[in-house]
């Protein structure tokens, strides 16, 4: 899966680092919906003590990159706000410098 967009120079904006923002929540969401099959190692004699702790740890894996996806989703919002407010703050002080006067 691909983020939305993708380009060879950096191009920020509130609304990029907002979209970007969702697709990191929705692949989250993808990410912790995925469960591990039940069933499937209880009824089959290879089962081993060494398979079930390899699922184990996939599992951990798995939640961890899930908690990191979360994190820069978060981040990627935080950034989106700051980004905007700065954008704000700078549209209102140039709006301030009074124009040049030709005497």
């Known amino acids: 899966m691909q983020p939305p967009q993708i380009a060879k120079t950096l191009q920020v904006s509130d609304a990029a680092l907002e979209t970007e923002a969702r697709w990191c929540e929705s692949l989250a969401g993808r990410l912790a919906a995925n469960m591990a099959p039940t069933g499937a190692a209880s009824s089959s004699p290879l089962a081993s003590a060494a398979a ?4 184990n740890a996939a599992v951990v894996t798995a939640s961890t ?19 905007a407010a700065n954008e704000t703050e700078a549209a209102a002080r140039m709006g301030a410098v009074s124009p040049p006067r030709v005497c």
Do not use: P, Q
């Open 52 to 55: 079930v702790a390899a699922v």
């Open 65 to 83: 990159n899930t908690a990191r996806v979360h994190t820069t989703a978060a981040k990627l919002a935080d950034a989106a706000r700051g980004y």
